[in-house]
Antibody, heavy 122, light 107 residues
Framework: QVQLQESGPGLVKPSQTLSLTCNVS??????????WSWIRRPAGGGLEWIGR???????NYNPSLKSRVTISVDTSKNQFSLTLSSVTAADTAVYYC??????????????WGQGTLVTVSS | DIQMTQSPSSLSASVGDRVTITCQAS??????LNWYQQKPGKAPKLLIY???NLETGVPSRFSGSGSGTDFTFTISSLQPEDIATYYC?????????FGQGTKLEIK
């Protein structure tokens, strides 16, 4: 059973960089045709897709965040990471990592981490 | 970006009721739509993929239908454990977007 777990600081100061890591267990991050994604949910808001990475290192980002986002993968540690620069209070949210299964005709997020709350505040 | 308009934003129903949530896409997404359930403090869980396919292990009281721009998610007989927020999500192209969510409560 694949499991994902986010880790990182819960508090980030405005204008600084948010950094989170997602550790994948129960399977190799290199196996299969999966994308590894970051998704967030602001307080009182809905889910927002941030971006994704394939194990080759190929990335796709939400245009609304593209100038500030970097997603990277470390296959030796079976984990992938998110950095979001120049954060503001609007970036306060619960951040989730998730696996996107695009193996066949269908495409969906089938495994998610529990989520980690990141608050942007001085 | 494709906008996903989900309604209602909140819903109160009794145990045993039939519950329906709708999701409208701003353009044709054929069947490229998923439904997720998120309980408080938990990660979202996939319930329905490709508009109408039930994920393995999900109770048969959950169902989905629709194509093109208009989609429906139904719980045939509401159970207490169904209290959650439900989201639709398209995967027609990037960026993926979600509906704003429907918070379901028990009367």
């Amino acid at each position: 059973q694949v499991q994902l777990q986010e880790s990182g600081p819960g508090l980030v100061k405005p204008s600084q960089t948010l950094s989170l890591t997602c550790n994948v267990s129960g399977g190799s991050i290199r196996s299969g045709t999966y994308f590894w994604s970051w998704i967030r949910r602001p307080a009182g808001g809905g889910l927002e897709w941030i971006g994704r990475i394939y194990t080759s290192g190929s990335t796709n980002y939400n245009p609304s965040l593209k100038s500030r986002v970097t997603i990277s993968v470390d296959t030796s540690k079976n984990q992938f990471s998110l950095t979001l620069s120049s954060v503001t209070a609007a970036d306060t949210a619960v951040y989730y990592c998730a696996r996107e299964d695009s193996t066949g005709y269908y495409d969906y997020f089938d495994y998610w981490g529990q989520g980690t709350l990141v608050t942007v505040s001085s | 970006d494709i906008q996903m308009t989900q309604s209602p934003s909140s819903l109160s129903a009794s145990v045993g009721d039939r519950v329906t949530i709708t999701c409208q896409a701003s353009q044709d997404i054929t069947n490229y739509l998923n439904w997720y359930q998120q309980k408080p403090g938990k990660a979202p869980k996939l319930l329905i993929y490709d508009a109408s396919n039930l994920e393995t292990g999900v109770p048969s009281r959950f169902s989905g239908s629709g194509s093109g721009t208009d989609f429906t998610f139904t719980i045939s007989s509401l159970q207490p454990e169904d209290i959650a927020t439900y989201y639709c999500q398209h995967y027609d192209n990037l960026p993926y977007t979600f509906g704003q969510g429907t918070k379901l409560e028990i009367k």
